[in-house]
Structure formats: C-alpha cells, structure tokens
C-alpha cells in the first residue's frame, strides 16, 4: 500500500504537485511551508514548518519536494539531502498524462509533470523535475536535481548533469552534454557542450555568466 506524503514547499510547484497528487488519488496529508500559517493550497491544510515534517517517523509517510527552481537548484537539492539523511524517502511522481517509456529508467523523487514525454533508453536521476510539456528523447541522461523546464526538448543523448536546468522552452540538439549546475536559459537553442557553472542564452547558445572558476569547470 502507498504511504501517505507530505509535500514540502508552499509555492507555485508545490501547487502543480499537490494537484498531480490528488489526480493520482494519493493520500496527501498535508505541505509544510517557510511560513507555518500558510493558508490552504487545493483544500490540502499546512502542517507549521520544515521542523513539522519530524513528528511523522520516515517509515510512515513519503515526502514529495515542492521547491521549484528558476535557476540555481540548490535550496531543492538541499531539501532532498536533509531529509533524506534523517531516513525519509521521497516519491516519484508521474502525471497520468505523461507519456513515458517503459524502459526509462528513475531515481526515486523524480517529478514528471503532466504532458510530459520521456523515449527509451533514457534516464532520470533523483529530485530531478522533468516539467510540463517537456520532452526527453531516446538516451539521453538527466542527472540527480537537474530541473527540465515547461516546454524545454533534449534531442537523442543529450547528457544534463547535476542541478542544471535547462530553461522553459529551450532547445538542446542531439549528443551535447550540459554540464553540472550551469543554466540554459528560456529559448535557448544548444548547438555545443555547455561547460559546468555557466549560464548560456540566445539562438544560438552563448555563454553570459561563469559562477565557477575555469579549473572547476
Ligand atoms: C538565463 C537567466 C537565468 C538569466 O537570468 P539573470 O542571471 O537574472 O540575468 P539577467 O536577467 O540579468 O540578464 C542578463 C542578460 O542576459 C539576457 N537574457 C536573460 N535571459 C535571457 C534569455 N532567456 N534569452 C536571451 N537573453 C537573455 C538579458 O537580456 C540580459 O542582457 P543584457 O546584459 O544585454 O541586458 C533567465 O533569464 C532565464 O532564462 N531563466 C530561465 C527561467 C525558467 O526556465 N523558468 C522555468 C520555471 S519553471
């Protein structure tokens, strides 16, 4: 039997993933939220704080991350690492409209949200978001904490590696790899290997931020 989940974060993704969980007819018993008196979200009550969480022991509920990212996925991955450290476990969720190969292969805490189409031979590391309308062709690899946006397309054995995100709408075409933590930004086309910790945009992709020092990269 499904264990009952609680989902973590109040906001917009947060929302959308309370929505899925009761389409999918999950036992939600409430979000926690920065701000503990936070009014109901869909009819769902929150529960006070992150610290609310604790009172359930981990073997009796699942946790679903509702922290959205727009860029950096730190504060997400570090949701995911603190909780799972204390024991829990967090689910995967799938949209029922999503369409996604049986072969694909998930971490657990994967979010594939409504409309969104995921080929064979490819794989989707933990606490990775692939949003709404995204799609994911055959063989490519979508790291732990990487966040595909609304709309965004990864052509065959495209590789995105750990908390990048690749921005709502944008383009990566066949066999380029982006590299860990960098942004791809909205409507952005890859034609080239993004290095780790940049920030890329435009058609073609050109690279306009650097956040790690080149011999991290
Ligand atoms: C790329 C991005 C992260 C840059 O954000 P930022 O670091 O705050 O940068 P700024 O907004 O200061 O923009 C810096 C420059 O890049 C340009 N720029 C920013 N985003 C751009 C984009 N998507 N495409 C083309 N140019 C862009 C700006 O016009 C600006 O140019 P200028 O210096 O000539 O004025 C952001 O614009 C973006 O596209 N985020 C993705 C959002 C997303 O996917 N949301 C999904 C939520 S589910």
Do not use: W
């Not at 499904?2 to 929505?19: Q, R, T």
């Not at 995204?134 to 709309?151: K, L, N, Q, R, T």
């Not at 933590?181 to 945009?201: E, F, L, M, N, Q």
Request: charged share 10%.
């Amino acid at each position: 039997m499904e264990l009952p989940v609680i989902v973590i974060g109040g906001g917009g993704h947060a929302k959308v993933l309370v929505s899925t969980l009761l389409l999918c007819r999950r036992s939600v018993l409430g979000f926690v939220d920065l701000n503990p008196t936070a009014p109901p979200m869909l009819g769902i009550r929150c529960l006070g704080s992150d610290a609310a969480v604790l009172s359930h022991a981990p073997g009796d509920v699942q946790l679903v991350n509702g922290v959205g990212s727009t860029g950096s996925a730190a504060i997400r991955q570090d949701v995911y690492d603190r909780f799972t450290r204390e024991g829990y476990c967090f689910a995967t969720v799938i949209h029922p409209s999503a369409i996604v190969a049986p072969e694909v292969k998930m971490g657990d805490g994967v979010q594939i949200m409504a409309g969104a189409i995921l080929q064979p031979g490819s794989s989707v590391g933990s606490n990775a978001i692939v949003n709404t309308g995204a799609i994911i062709d055959h063989d490519c690899v979508v790291a732990a904490h990487a966040h595909i946006a609304p709309g965004a397309v990864l052509s065959g054995g495209v590789r995105v590696d750990s908390g990048a995100h690749i921005g709502t709408g944008a383009c990566i075409i066949q066999g380029v790899s982006v590299g860990a933590a960098s942004v791809v930004g909205a409507g952005a086309v890859v034609i080239t290997d993004v290095p780790a910790g940049v920030t890329t945009v435009g058609v073609p992709a050109k690279t306009i931020i650097r956040t790690l020092a080149p011999n991290l990269r």
